[in-house]
Each structure stands twice: as structure tokens, then as C-alpha cells.
Nanobody
Framework: QVQLDESGGGLVQVGGSLRLSCAVS????????MGWFRQAPGKEREFVAG????????YYADSVKGRFIISRDNAKNTVYLQMQSLKPEDTAVYYC????????????????WGKGTLVSVSS
């Protein structure tokens, strides 16, 4: 069974940094596009950042461009999200997701999901 395990969430002050990790098992990792999504209380899940299987192309939501960086290590079957200059509005549960066809970065287009890790940014 495919498994995605996020880690690295926590409480951080405004302007701080965190790095999230997502370890993936039981799929051919380099063949899958990987995305980070987030869901704040009372809001819909939204796309944050994505990366293609080769790692050659990355994509970001406008709200995080210039502050977040997505990367992957195909040798370790892990995808990362480096978050800097964090804002209170970044507070959410962050999920990683995988999809092989990668037709869209819409949440409903992703095939596999982790259980999420909570990021809280205090002001």
C-alpha cells in the first residue's frame, strides 16, 4: 500500500522558517509528480507547490512564491517544502500528495495523500 508520511510541522513565529518532509514508499517515486497542499480551518484544501518527477519543473501558488521552495530527492523517495518568511495566514495542515499522470494541481486530481502535518504561525 502506498504511504506518504509528512513531518516537520510545528509552531513558529512570524518571519520564521520550517522545512517539511514527505517520505514516500511503495511507488516508483521518480515517476510521480509531487505536490504540497494545505488546508486552514474552515477553508478548502489548496495547492501550495508542486514538482515533476524529474525535479526539473516546479510550480507555486502566488501566495507562496518567493518564500517557499519545493524540492525532491529521488534517491531518498522524499519531497521537501522549505518555508521562509512565514505569515499567520500560512497556518494550516500541510499535506503532500502524489500523482503519476499529473493532469492538474487541483487537489481532486491527486491520487495519493499523506495524513498531514500542522504548521502554526504565531504573531
Amino acid at each position: 500500500q502506498v504511504q506518504l508520511d509528512e513531518s516537520g510541522g510545528g509552531l513558529v513565529q512570524v518571519g520564521g522558517s520550517l522545512r517539511l518532509s514527505c517520505a514516500v514508499s511503495r511507488l516508483t517515486f521518480s515517476s510521480y509528480g509531487m505536490g504540497w497542499f494545505r488546508q486552514a480551518p474552515g477553508k478548502e484544501r489548496e495547492f501550495v507547490a508542486g514538482i515533476r518527477g524529474s525535479g526539473g519543473s516546479t510550480y507555486y501558488a502566488d501566495s507562496v512564491k518567493g518564500r517557499f521552495i519545493i524540492s525532491r530527492d529521488n534517491a531518498k523517495n522524499t519531497v521537501y517544502l522549505q518555508m521562509q518568511s512565514l505569515k499567520p495566514e500560512d497556518t494550516a495542515v500541510y499535506y503532500c500528495a502524489a500523482d503519476r499522470r499529473l493532469t492538474s494541481w487541483r487537489p481532486d486530481a491527486m491520487n495519493y495523500w499523506g495524513k498531514g502535518t500542522l504548521v502554526s504561525v504565531s504573531s
